[in-house]
């Protein structure tokens, strides 16, 4: 019985082992959101926080990998204290929460670096892009403007990206098959389209306003990567574009292949993409 009671441990151990190993893979591949531990108050006593590390993929894929959100709650009279490492190079604070609350960057030596104040409603996005001279230890002091509490979210070191939808006209118009014909092509112009965020990377294509049996092939190119592809025949959509780096303002070239039909349409491209929030 012994026996059987420390084999039946042993398995249970294994087990719980394995669920928590699973768990803390999981929770690296997520995107992270911290508290505030209340302790911050002085930069002696400031809490250590890891910088945003975001990629496109993380944004596509719904995981936010990489993500690193810090919310507290600070007023006129508390002032809050963080410590990030951060690269050298570009750099952002990236700010929502409830407006009027201010922040203040700055280096070991309390150099400031940044300073600014959130004054956006509704939880928009406010970005300030500042320059980071060597990699180190950084600081971020959050003071409110209230004598009540206010709810501050951030975050430092990459920007966040976001997902979004996008169509894009034929420049030509319409596309006429003709008997006989190899194929035909045309061409959308994402430099054309207003509004569209800078360094926006295509995720996924579909071309909409095909008729039934009006092509037999498309085959679609991004001219400023000179990278084509093939789309899914009668669905004429392809996804995993991000590892392609594909930016969607470019002129996109499109090749209907010949299928027997006289026809004419007016096709349209439609694009998911993700885009770093830089303002």
């Not at 810090?70 to 990030?84: A, F, H, L, M, Q």
Request: hydrophobic share 35%.
């Amino acid at each position: 019985m012994s026996r059987m009671k420390n084999k039946r441990l042993q398995m249970l151990m294994i087990c719980a082992i394995t669920v928590f190993f699973f768990n803390v893979v999981s929770l690296t591949a997520h995107a992270e959101s911290i508290s505030e531990k209340g302790e911050n108050d002085t930069m002696e006593t400031a809490e250590t926080i890891a910088a945003n590390n975001e990629k496109p993929s993380g944004a596509v894929a719904g995981t936010h990998e990489g993500q690193n959100i810090i919310r507290g709650y600070t007023s006129n009279k508390d002032t809050d204290w963080y410590k990030v490492l951060l690269f050298e190079g570009e750099n952002y604070m990236t700010c929502y929460g409830d407006p009027g609350y201010s922040y203040r960057i700055t280096n070991s030596a309390g150099d400031t670096m940044v300073r600014d104040t959130y004054t956006k409603l509704h939880n928009d996005y406010a970005v300030s892009k500042f320059t980071v001279p060597e990699a180190g230890y950084y600081y971020v002091e959050l003071n409110g403007s209230k004598s009540s509490e206010q709810k501050y979210v951030f975050m430092i070191g990459s920007p966040t990206y976001v997902f979004a939808v996008q169509n894009i006209s034929c420049v030509e118009g319409s596309v006429s098959m003709t008997s006989g014909g190899r194929k035909q092509t045309v061409h959308f112009d994402g430099s054309t389209v207003p509004g569209l965020p800078e360094d926006a990377l295509a995720c996924t294509v579909t071309m909409d306003g095909i008729p039934l049996n009006a092509t037999s092939a498309i085959r679609l190119k991004n001219d400023d990567r000179d990278l084509s592809f093939t789309l899914t025949r009668y669905t004429w959509y392809k996804n995993g574009l991000i590892s392609m780096n594909l930016p969607v303002e470019s002129m996109w070239t499109a090749d209907f292949e010949y299928n027997n039909k006289v026809v004419t349409f007016t096709p349209s491209l439609r694009m998911s993409y993700v885009n770093p929030v830089y303002e």
